[in-house]
């Protein structure tokens, strides 16, 4: 499985607006559900909501990667995007949150979840691409940051 599969530069949002760590999981749920990979807003975002509530997705480093299973996707779904100003994510080093890897699956594809959100903290843990993703100011060069991430990491 790559990653870089399932992203494409319409679906990576940057810069997010909202200022709050629910508001840019909507956001980033808006993205997927207008490029059809999604079937029903309020599923994705409540199942992405739930898990959020269970244990933190910021990971520290300014990075979170909310994610959740739910029926409304097909198949492993992904949505990328840098916030306009950091955002409190209650993240493991205590500090806020500007890039935002939204994964979401259908409850029957435990592997594949599982895979995404594994291949999602190889490319982040990288520095030099984080450094670009934070630094990204489009989705193409979010895309190619991921994209050359993927390849590093492979």
Aim: charged share 20%.
């Amino acid at each position: 499985m790559r990653l870089c599969d399932i992203l494409s530069p319409q679906r990576i949002k940057v810069p997010l607006t909202a200022g709050t760590k629910e508001g840019v999981i909507a956001e980033l749920v808006d993205v997927l559900c207008s490029n059809g990979d999604a079937a029903g807003r309020e599923a994705v975002l409540s199942a992405v909501m739930d898990r959020e509530r269970t244990r933190t997705t910021g990971l520290g480093s300014a990075i979170a990667i909310p994610h959740g299973r739910c029926t409304a996707v097909k198949s492993l779904v992904m949505a990328v995007g840098r916030t306009a100003s950091p955002v409190d994510f209650n993240s493991t080093d205590g500090r806020p949150v500007s890039l935002v890897v939204l994964l979401v699956c259908p409850p029957e594809k435990t592997a594949d979840h599982i895979q995404g959100l594994a291949k999602a903290c190889g490319i982040l843990s990288l520095d030099s691409v984080r450094n670009r993703l934070l630094a990204a100011d489009t989705p193409d060069a979010v895309y190619q940051a991921m994209l050359e991430g993927e390849q590093a990491n492979a």
